[in-house]
């Protein structure tokens, strides 16, 4: 905007200014987009959701998240993390987009997501060798490894081969030759298949 005065004298302009211009009725009565491309990641007890923004004639203020028809998040972007949830069971997804004026979008094709566990249990430590040399074997052992769903085995390397898969805490290596050294190493196992890290490794030598 300028100003001009009686001989034609233009003032400079104005700084600019953005303004919505108002239906003319002046309410807003348009829908948002429907939300598209609605992805759901899994995790352990939660599944985080993205999709892309919805566009509206005036502008999108924010998001409902249904989980099986119930409202479960309003977030103010195309993204949700739902949390506090069953491990193993199916949800089922639905978005819609809400603008100022309270317009509510069609709801998004529903997606389903199942969390899962994906942590890994911990190191299993205090690892130790028991020979026997009558028997020509080796008997190793360690302290249980903990897990946020419960360790189900181990599996026990012998020189960086898998030997044996105990649910117990101790493993009898039996059957070696003498005038060998060996080394173990021990990794723990959830219900999910989540494998934790190898412990350090101990070694012996038979004689």
Do not use: C, E
Not at 38 to 55: D, E, F, I, K, N
Not at 166 to 190: E, H, M, Q, R, W
């Amino acid at each position: 905007m300028v100003a001009v005065d009686a001989a034609g004298n233009a003032s400079a302009a104005t700084a600019p200014v953005a303004a919505t211009p108002a239906l003319p009725d002046g309410s807003d009565t348009t829908p948002p987009s429907t939300p598209a491309n609605v992805a759901g990641t899994a995790g352990s007890g939660q599944v985080a959701l993205t999709w892309t923004a919805s566009t509206d004639a005036v502008g999108v203020t924010g998001y409902r998240v249904y989980r099986g028809g119930a409202l479960v998040g309003s977030p103010a972007g195309p993204s949700f993390v739902d949390t506090g949830l069953a491990n193993g069971t199916s949800y089922s997804y639905t978005v819609v987009a809400v603008d100022a004026a309270g317009n509510a979008s069609a709801a998004s094709a529903p997606i389903s997501v199942t969390p899962h566990d994906t942590q890994a249990p911990t190191v299993p430590t205090g690892l130790a060798l028991l020979k026997d040399p009558v028997a020509h074997s080796i008997t190793v052992t360690w302290s249980p490894s903990s897990d946020d769903v419960g360790v189900v085995r181990y599996r026990v390397y012998r020189n960086g081969t898998l030997v044996g898969q105990p649910t117990a805490i101790a493993f009898a290596d039996l059957d070696l030759a003498n005038g060998k050294t060996y080394s173990y190493t021990v990794a723990a196992v959830d219900a999910a298949g989540n494998v934790s890290a190898q412990a350090p490794a101990i070694s012996t030598y038979v004689s």
